[in-house]
């Protein structure tokens, strides 16, 4: 039997002392044929066996941050690509989220107003009220008609409508006229209508739809007489006589929440035919009152009652008759 040392491994090639045995062997006769070389698979196959296996790590899950870390490239070419399907009108944009804006208007209660004066905010809806307690008859038409040649002092509205600015707000716009029929004495009220100012009432078919009252006015003819330099210009007093006049601003934070300026201005201006004949009422009825203490001593020269001094105007006129 052959006495040659088997291999350590079929990956290791024989030593010398095989190859020794080996030779000794084959001069007997009798020995083994030669050893043989470990062929390539069997030396891998016997490394695979000697190396300690590695343990096998478990897969933990991909974080969030991780995956959006990836895959920020392919976001953000994605939202180019959303972005220039919006700008181009493949996708329509919708808002359902974002109402329309609401009418210019104020809160349904009594508030201070830019330039002086207070809504009637807190009388929204109400019909017929008014600041300045009417006399009966007092909103039937205007111009009033004279009773006698002496019907005294008179108060009739030049022009109303709306005045929009630049940016898209506006106020409406009240011109006031007074004049005196029956008499040639001089009408000189205080600036501010006795420190009371006036009040603007406008009702529709369903209450009251913007109103205020304390409201200064602007009077033009003092305006001009204090640029002009002339005596008396900056007294407390205007004269009024002979068709003088101011104008009243009417912000919309006097209007009713749900009205707008522009609106309510159109529907004061009453319906007419092609021959601008009116045919009818507007639907929103206008009045403007105020009371000065000269317009009762006025009155008394003239041997009228005073009337507590108060004057008022509407914005109806005599529809023609058919």
């Known amino acids: 039997m052959s006495s040659l040392p088997p291999a350590e491994g079929p990956d290791e090639s024989p030593s010398d002392e095989q190859w020794e045995a080996f030779l000794r062997d084959a001069m007997e006769g009798g020995g083994a044929g030669a050893p043989k070389e ?18 096998r790590r478990p897969r933990r899950p991909r974080s969030a941050t991780a995956w959006l870390a ?8 994605a939202a180019v ?12 944009r919708s808002s359902p989220s974002s109402p329309a804006p609401a009418p210019a208007s104020g809160p349904a209660e009594a508030v201070s107003l830019p330039g002086g004066g ?15 307690p009417l006399p009966a008859g007092a909103t039937a038409v205007e111009p009033p008609s004279a009773a006698s040649p002496a019907s005294g002092p008179q108060l009739s509205l030049s022009h109303y409508g709306y005045a929009a600015d630049p940016e898209g707000e506006g106020d409406i716009v009240i011109g006031l006229r007074f004049t005196t029929p029956g008499t040639k004495k001089p009408l000189q009220v205080s600036r501010t209508l006795g420190g009371e100012g006036a009040a603007v009432e406008i009702e529709g078919p369903d209450g009251l739809v913007a109103g205020a009252h304390g409201l200064p006015v602007i009077w033009p003819s003092a305006a001009r007489a204090s640029a002009s ?29 749900g009205h707008d300026g522009d609106s309510v201005a159109k529907s004061l201006v009453p319906p007419a035919d092609s021959t601008g004949t009116v045919t009818g009422p507007p639907p929103y009825r206008l009045v403007v009152s ?3 203490p000269a317009v009762g001593t006025l009155r008394t020269t003239l041997g009228l009652p005073a009337g507590g001094g108060l004057l008022s105007a509407v914005n109806l006129v005599p529809v023609a008759r058919s």
């Not at 205007?238 to 912000?251: C, L």
Request: charged content about 20%; hydrophobic content about 40%.
């Open 229 to 257: 330099g002339a005596s008396g210009a900056s007294g407390a007093s205007v004269d009024v006589s002979d068709g003088g006049g101011g104008e009243i601003v009417v912000p919309a934070e006097a209007l009713c929440p």
């Open 70 to 77: 990836s895959a920020a490239p392919w976001t953000a070419v």
């Open 118 to 132: 207070t809504s009637d905010g807190d009388q929204c809806g109400t019909k017929g009220y008014h600041h300045f």
């Open 38 to 55: 470990a062929s390539a698979r069997d030396r891998l196959a016997a490394a695979r066996v000697r190396r300690p296996r590695r343990p």
């Open 290 to 292: 105020l009371r000065d």
């Open 81 to 92: 690509v959303v972005f220039g399907a919006f700008q181009t009108g493949l996708i329509p």
